[in-house]
């Protein structure tokens, strides 16, 4: 498997994990402030510069 695609696995899987857990437990991700600074971690975390 490239590394392109394991990269891209993980995005995505991290992406599908999110919406999981916004349905199934909302109220772990707390405010939309605090989902929307979790996306911006996760996003600095795996887009690499």
Do not use: F
């Amino acid at each position: 498997m490239s590394e392109a695609r394991k990269w891209a696995l993980q995005a995505y899987s991290t992406y599908v994990g999110l919406l999981h857990l916004s349905l199934a437990s909302p109220e772990t991700l707390g405010t939309s402030r605090a989902r929307a600074e979790y996306v911006q971690h996760v996003a600095r975390t795996l887009i690499p510069e």
